[in-house]
């Protein structure tokens, strides 16, 4: 990890106490970067939902109009014809109970785990080791289903998955400090119009309590939930 000194120092100093708007937010991020690494820019947003309920779970995906600037490497669960369709379609590991026994092993090298509905029987069997890391294939996040190439296609592309966690927030990659303002302006309205779409009915109050943006190293911006074009859309 790099050090803290004058530059983290300075980096703090940009940091505004007030709501920012998005563009304003990416462009202190952008402005407060000071270590070495293209670092990732990263979103966390506070919900007013209670996770505990079943009905106020929030989960979803979101295709990044410019993507996340990482390449996921992602494993397919299929058979049949459709082992070349995965291929074809850029898959780093396409196979069936060998490559659940290879998971099994301690194999771990990959970010998304794609699966034809036919080979769930044997990916279940994989919950715990999934499951935790938020790799489990799920038919709400186009992650089980039988067109394998949009599937590979998207996620190569750029295509973030979010879940609500157990204190209420959600957080998500929306690009690297090193892209464009407009391009990080593009994918952090993109995902927060995401969230809003995924709002459960059983959600009351403010919806979007809290939100926030920041590089991998650098300070937080406070986003204001209702100058957001997902304001307008809500």
């Known amino acids: 990890m790099a050090k803290r000194g004058k530059k983290h120092a300075e980096a703090l100093?940009?940091?505004?106490a007030k709501l920012h708007e998005v563009a304003?937010?990416?462009?202190g991020a952008k402005a407060a970067k000071w270590s070495k690494f293209v670092e990732s820019v990263d979103m966390a947003v506070l919900l007013g939902v209670d996770p505990r309920h079943a009905d106020q779970m929030?989960?979803?995906t979101v295709l990044l109009p410019h993507g996340t600037g990482k390449t996921k490497r992602?494993?397919?669960?299929a058979q049949g014809e459709k082992i070349a369709e995965?291929?074809?379609a850029g898959a780093d590991a396409v196979g069936g109970a060998d490559l659940a026994e290879k998971i099994r092993d301690g194999w771990m090298d990959f970010e998304a785990v794609v699966a034809t509905p036919d080979m769930m029987r044997e990916v279940g069997k994989l919950g715990k080791v999934l499951g935790p890391r938020g790799l489990m294939p799920n038919p709400?996040?186009?992650?089980?289903t039988p067109d394998v190439t949009k599937a590979i296609g998207e996620i190569k592309a750029g295509r973030v998955e979010f879940r609500v966690d157990k204190k209420g927030v959600v957080h998500a990659p929306v690009g690297r400090i090193s892209f464009d303002e407009e391009q990080l302006v593009a994918n952090v309205e993109a995902f927060l119009e995401a969230l809003v779409r995924a709002k459960p009915a059983a959600a009351k109050g403010t919806y979007m309590k809290a939100i926030y943006l920041s590089s991998?190293?650098?300070p937080s911006f406070r986003i204001d939930p209702s100058v957001t074009r997902a304001a307008a859309a809500a």
């Open 13 to 16: 100093s940009k940091v505004e």
């Open 58 to 60: 929030v989960r979803g």
């Open 140 to 144: 709400k996040s186009g992650t089980v």
């Open 216 to 218: 991998t190293m650098g």
């Open 74 to 77: 992602v494993v397919v669960f």
């Open 24 to 27: 304003e937010a990416v462009s």
């Open 86 to 88: 995965a291929e074809a």
